[in-house]
């Protein structure tokens, strides 16, 4: 058993007979009344986020888990095929056990969480950033670099990122996978 003081961005926890990973927590300590913890928690298996407020020491049953390298092959509709880089076993798993889908390239390497008790897969971490190349977007005008508009374009995996207006087709750009935004132009 943990205490909310063990909360953690990435904790699997079991929940109203449910396991949830935390993807937000926030301590607030008012000035008047006790501590507490605001949380934003996502189903592993439904994929549903709910927001939940524990208060400051309250008892979390949280799941141990295990983590892996996966090398992404290719999508199936919404069943995604995925290969243990040391073992080369495969797994296949729904859409909805993936935090940013749009932006899995095929061959790039994620983390899949597995529960160690029954060894279920739950989740799968992205790495922080990708490097994706624009495939289709409207021309820049020159002399528009300076503002702070940006344009919708569409990356070499469907994804459509909102990417500032000197951004081409055929220029690669990092994606923050966490918010599904534009960072940078890749440095190649």
């Known amino acids: 058993m943990a205490t909310t003081s063990d909360i953690r961005k990435?904790?699997?926890?079991?929940?109203?007979?449910?396991?949830?990973?935390?993807?937000e927590f926030l301590h607030v300590k008012p000035g008047k009344g006790p501590a507490f913890v605001r949380t934003k928690l996502k189903s592993v298996t439904t994929g549903k986020v709910i927001d939940n407020t524990f208060s400051a020491g309250h008892k979390i049953d949280d799941v141990r888990v295990e983590t892996r390298s996966y090398q992404f092959l290719y999508a199936d509709g919404s069943t995604y095929h995925f290969m243990n880089t040391e073992d080369y076993n495969q797994i296949?798993?729904?859409?909805?056990?993936?935090?940013a889908p749009g932006l899995l390239k095929?061959?790039?390497?994620?983390?899949?969480?597995f529960n160690t008790e029954d060894?279920?897969?739950?989740?799968?971490?992205?790495?922080?950033?990708?490097i994706l190349e624009v495939?289709?977007?409207?021309?820049?005008?020159?002399?528009n670099t300076a503002t702070n508009a940006t344009k919708p374009a569409t990356v070499e995996t469907g994804a459509r990122v909102n990417v500032p207006l000197f951004i081409n087709e055929g220029d690669r750009i990092k994606i923050d996978t966490e918010k599904g935004s534009y960072m940078e132009r890749a440095k190649d």
């Open 10 to 23: 990435g904790l699997c926890i079991r929940y109203n007979h449910d396991i949830y990973k935390i993807i």
């Open 92 to 99: 296949a798993l729904q859409e909805s056990a993936l935090d």
């Open 106 to 113: 095929e061959g790039e390497i994620v983390t899949i969480m």
């Open 119 to 130: 060894s279920m897969p739950l989740s799968v971490d992205m790495p922080a950033s990708v």
């Open 135 to 143: 495939t289709h977007t409207e021309p820049g005008v020159k002399g």
